[in-house]
């Protein structure tokens, strides 16, 4: 059974910043590239960044750019989320999930990324952004 943990989240002013990590278990991490989504209340979830499996390539989306980190370790089956300059719009629930073999990128100049299939989203960590 695959299983994700999400943590890292926490209360932190605007502009301020908080790293995120998400590891998973029961399946073959090296394999999967990895996204990280969000979800704020009363909107649905949205993809924010994700890498494919050696951690090379990187992809954010446009909001994020430049404030945003993604990284893995594969040795500790671990996805990070560096998180700077945040904002107060940014207050939500942070999730990770493996995705799709092409689940992850840039299509016509827009972000995207696809969860497996079989995803079984964590409880999430809450970011929330307040002064």
């Known amino acids: 059974e695959v299983q994700v943990v999400e943590s890292g989240g926490g209360l932190v002013q605007p502009g301020g910043s908080l790293r995120l990590s998400c590891t998973v278990s029961?399946?073959?991490?090296?394999?999967?590239?990895m996204g990280w989504f969000r979800q704020s209340p009363g909107k649905e979830r949205e993809g924010v960044s994700c890498?494919?499996?050696?951690?090379?390539?990187?992809y954010y989306v446009d909001s994020v750019k430049g404030r945003y980190t993604i990284s893995r370790d594969n040795a500790k089956n671990t996805v990070y989320l560096q998180m700077n300059s945040l904002e107060h719009e940014e207050t939500a629930m942070y999730y990770c999930?493996?995705?799709?073999?092409?689940?992850?990128?840039?299509?016509?100049?827009?972000?995207?990324?696809?969860?497996?299939?079989?995803?079984?989203w964590g409880q999430g960590t809450q970011v929330t952004v307040s002064s």
């Open positions: 029961g399946l073959n991490f090296d394999d999967y590239a």
């Open positions: 999930a493996p995705l799709l073999p092409i689940g992850c990128g840039y299509r016509n100049g827009h972000y995207y990324s696809t969860p497996v299939d079989f995803v079984k």
């Open positions: 890498l494919g499996w050696s951690g090379t390539s990187t």
